[in-house]
């Protein structure tokens, strides 16, 4: 089984000054030794956008990708078709939000998401356990 981390959980991680820096670094230090982390390239997306507007370093992001998550999961057509369901069933939901939580509900070995955002944690109609960082 693997653990697919949202943006949320991994700027967390990897900012001490986030509120949810804690619980993130439990969270993950919790499942790195015993599953993989998986991210889909939408977090990866947002999180090197971060890095290029200058709230990380990107060393460090690309490190945390590099050297901590097994695979990048990539967005395919049914990917997108999945987000948009989502999406358009939870509607305080974006659609980054709806991206990465449809590529966890598709990858067959993601049995949980980890998130701190709350809306992404109100899905409830997907194939892996959703955990709400606190």
């Given at each position: ?13 990897l900012d001490r000054d986030d509120a949810l820096h804690e619980a993130a ?9 015993e599953e993989p982390l998986l991210a889909s390239v939408v977090s990866f ?84 356990r959703v955990r709400l960082l606190r």
């Amino acid at each position: 089984m693997a653990v697919v981390l949202d943006s949320a959980a991994i700027v967390a991680f990897l900012d001490r000054d986030d509120a949810l820096h804690e619980a993130a670094a439990e969270a993950i230090g919790e499942h790195i030794t015993e599953e993989p982390l998986l991210a889909s390239v939408v977090s990866f997306a947002e999180v090197l956008t971060g890095a290029h507007l200058l709230h990380h370093d990107e060393a460090l992001v690309r490190g945390f990708f590099a050297d901590l998550v097994a695979e990048i999961l990539s967005v395919e057509v049914g990917t997108a078709e999945r987000a948009a369901e989502l999406r358009s069933a939870n509607k305080s939901l974006r659609m980054p939000d709806a991206l990465i939580a449809a590529t966890a509900d598709g990858h067959p070995d993601a049995d949980l998401l980890l998130t701190g955002d709350s809306d992404l944690a109100a899905v409830h109609d997907l194939g892996c356990r959703v955990r709400l960082l606190r």
